[in-house]
């Protein structure tokens, strides 16, 4: 089955800074890769996703970026912000449902 | 609209017992997710309904577990006997057709069998 690799567990960077969290996927068939955002006590919540057809997706301050041939696709947050400090996760969907999570990132933004 | 709605927040059972975990769905959503969520595993996908059949239950851990979806509305997970290895957090999501679209998860209930 499909295995997602997510680095790094633990983010913790200056408020006004970028954040980037890199995942690597290992079946080249996936073509569906979503990011989530976990708040404490709150199930996750999808924050951007990009489709094996693009390769690079922005919305505001969060952009992905998939790299399809090296099967590796990177969350970028620019001028972090207290609100960002949670667990993002990066997901790879090869079945039109079936989602393999990667581990997790906390992220702290320190004021 | 409400989102996706679990019941209870959290529960605290002994070994051996019945836990039923409850989730309504967003309604005209067609497609209904259990996940478990523990620090080792991460999240994992335990069964998906589309259409209240289930379509793929090969990440449902043991017989112990077992899922149903009555209606378009409702849906449980039970665990028969539950176990200490059992505790985490469970999440329901649901959405719409279930084709790489958003899925939007519920609050969870987190689980602990003591």
């Known amino acids: 089955g499909e295995n997602v690799e997510q680095h790094p567990s633990t983010l913790s960077v200056q408020e006004g800074d970028s954040a980037v969290i890199k995942c690597t996927y290992s079946?080249?068939?996936?073509?569906?890769f979503p990011w989530y955002k976990q708040e404490l006590g709150k199930g996750p919540q999808l924050i951007i996703d990009i489709r094996s057809n693009v390769g690079e997706k922005k919305d505001q301050r969060i952009a992905v970026t998939l790299n399809k041939t090296a099967k590796h696709f990177s969350l970028h947050i620019t001028e972090t912000q207290p609100e960002d400090s949670a667990v993002y996760f990066c997901?790879?969907?090869?079945?039109?449902?079936?989602?393999?999570f990667g581990a997790g990132t906390t992220v702290t933004v320190r004021a | 609209d409400a989102g996706v709605i679990q019941s209870p927040r959290h529960e605290v059972t002994e070994m051996g017992q019945e836990v039923t975990l409850r989730c309504k769905p967003i309604?005209?959503?067609?497609?209904l997710f259990w996940y478990r969520q523990t620090m080792m595993r991460g999240l994992e996908l335990l069964i998906y309904f589309n259409n209240n059949v289930p379509i793929d239950d090969s990440g449902m851990p043991e017989d112990r577990f077992s899922a149903k979806m009555p209606n378009a509305s409702f849906s449980t997970l039970k665990i028969q006997p539950s176990e200490p290895r059992d505790s985490a957090v469970y999440f329901c999501a649901s959405n719409r057709q279930g084709l790489n679209t958003e899925a939007f998860f519920g609050q969870g209930t987190r689980l602990t069998v003591v």
């Open positions: 079946d080249s068939a996936s073509n569906y």
């Open positions: 997901a790879a969907s090869i079945t039109d449902y079936k989602l393999s």
């Open positions: 309604s005209g959503h067609n497609s």
